[in-house]
T-cell receptor
Framework: DGGITQSPKYLFRKEGQNVTLSCEQNLNHDAMYWYRQDPGQGLRLIYYSQIVNDFQKGDIAEGYSVSREKKESFPLTVTSAQKNPTAFYLC????????????FGPGTRLTVT | GEDVEQSLFLSVREGDSSVINCTYTDSSSTYLYWYKQEPGAGLQLLTYIFSNMDMKQDQRLTVLLNKKDKHLSLRIADTQTGDSAIYFCAEVTSGTYKYIFGTGTRLKVLA
């Protein structure tokens, strides 16, 4: 079965700790994306990567970091510098940099207390 | 500026039609999408329309685009309880690869 997996589904952390969210895809897609979703708001782009070993900041990159060492994987680290990290995080991928259809993973709900 | 607006809530009776509306501001948008999100899940692509089209029909779904007014709508015929979800519209401008999402419309279908 091809798709995008995100783990874990729920994640709890204490304030001041860094946490890494996993995103893996076996669709052979070149481009991958991280979004943040807050209640009553649309999705906001954190980072995106159009090719391995390359990534760009989205609209709300502050307090987050990413890496793209493998085509299949695009982990997101929420650092202690992120002021309000509690949110639902969604990973997506698209076939190529010119393909506009994005496919989404099931999401990770992060709660920081 | 870039902005996509949707009403937050819509309630319909089972079997009726639902119409979810979206307005956008970027006149250079190339593609417009509708996604569905069920509780606690990711987004599922429902349908899309190119900016040079007026209408697209796909089974129970009809998308209408009024480019002059920058207005997009999604009509769901014979709405079922399984259609209860949040629906997002999104626009993409050619060459940017960047989605601009609306705030989402929560559709509640009453039995």
């Amino acid at each position: 079965d091809g798709g995008i997996t995100q783990s874990p589904k729920y994640l709890f952390r204490k304030e001041g700790q860094n946490v890494t969210l996993s995103c893996e895809q076996n669709l052979n897609h070149d481009a991958m994306y991280w979004y943040r979703q807050d209640p009553g708001q649309g999705l906001r782009l954190i980072y995106y990567s159009q090719i391995v070993n390359d990534f760009q900041k989205g609209d709300i990159a502050e307090g987050y970091s990413v890496s793209r060492e493998k085509k299949e994987s695009f982990p997101l680290t929420v650092t202690s510098a992120q002021k309000n990290p509690t949110a639902f995080y969604l990973c997506a991928s698209s076939r190529t940099r010119d393909s506009y259809e994005q496919y989404f993973g099931p999401g990770t709900r992060l709660t920081v207390t | 500026g870039e902005d996509v607006e949707q009403s937050l809530f819509l309630s319909v009776r089972e079997g009726d039609s639902s119409v979810i509306n979206c307005t956008y501001t970027d006149s250079s948008s190339t593609y417009l999408y509708w996604y569905k999100q069920e509780p606690g899940a990711g987004l599922q692509l429902l349908t899309y329309i190119f900016s040079n089209m007026d209408m697209k029909q796909d089974q129970r779904l009809t998308v209408l685009l009024n480019k002059k007014d920058k207005h997009l709508s999604l009509r769901i015929a014979d709405t079922q309880t399984g259609d209860s979800a949040i629906y997002f519209c999104a626009e993409v401008t050619s060459g940017t690869y960047k989605y601009i999402f609306g705030t989402g419309t929560r559709l509640k279908v009453l039995a």
